[in-house]
C-alpha cells in the first residue's frame, strides 16, 4: 500500500479511547469517551472481496482508514468522523511499516448522536 497523495486526507476525525463503568443507575454499563488525537485522514470502504475474506476469518472490516501516525491504537479506540460516523477499530498498523503514516482497519457502528459521541 503505497502513502497518500497531496490532498487525499480529506476528512477530519478524532480519534477516542472508550471506557466502559458500571452504571450508577442500573447494573448495566456507561461508556466514557477521552480524545486523544485529532488527524485529517483518508477513509475508503473495502471492496467487496476484501470485506468477503475478513468476515470469513471472523473479522468484521467494513472501512480502512489512513492517518498521521498514532501509536498504541487497539479495540477500545474509536474515530468519529466530522459528518457523525463512529468506527471501532479492529488493527492498526504502520503503514509499509514505516514511521510516517498509520493504516487502520474499522468497522462501521453508528452516528454520534449523542453529546458524549459527537465529533464536537
Known amino acids: 500500500m503505497k502513502e497518500p497523495g497531496a490532498g487525499e486526507l480529506d476528512r477530519r476525525v478524532?480519534?477516542?479511547i472508550r471506557n466502559d463503568r458500571e452504571s450508577r443507575?442500573?447494573?448495566?454499563?456507561?461508556?466514557e469517551f477521552t480524545v486523544v488525537?485529532?488527524?485529517w485522514a483518508k477513509i475508503t470502504a473495502l471492496g467487496t472481496a476484501i470485506y468477503t475474506g475478513a468476515k470469513q476469518t471472523g473479522d468484521d472490516f467494513t472501512h480502512?482508514?489512513?492517518f498521521r501516525r498514532l501509536k498504541g491504537l487497539d479495540t477500545r479506540h474509536e474515530i468519529v468522523c466530522s459528518d457523525g460516523q463512529v468506527f471501532r477499530v479492529r488493527r492498526a498498523t504502520p503503514l509499509g511499516g514505516g514511521r510516517v503514516y498509520t493504516?487502520?482497519?474499522v468497522e462501521e457502528l453508528?452516528?454520534?448522536?449523542d453529546e458524549d459521541g459527537s465529533y464536537e
Open 37 to 39: 488525537a485529532d488527524r
Open 103 to 105: 493504516v487502520v482497519d
Open 110 to 113: 453508528s452516528r454520534a448522536d
Open 64 to 66: 480502512r482508514v489512513i
Open 25 to 31: 443507575a442500573d447494573a448495566g454499563l456507561e461508556s
Open 14 to 16: 478524532k480519534v477516542r
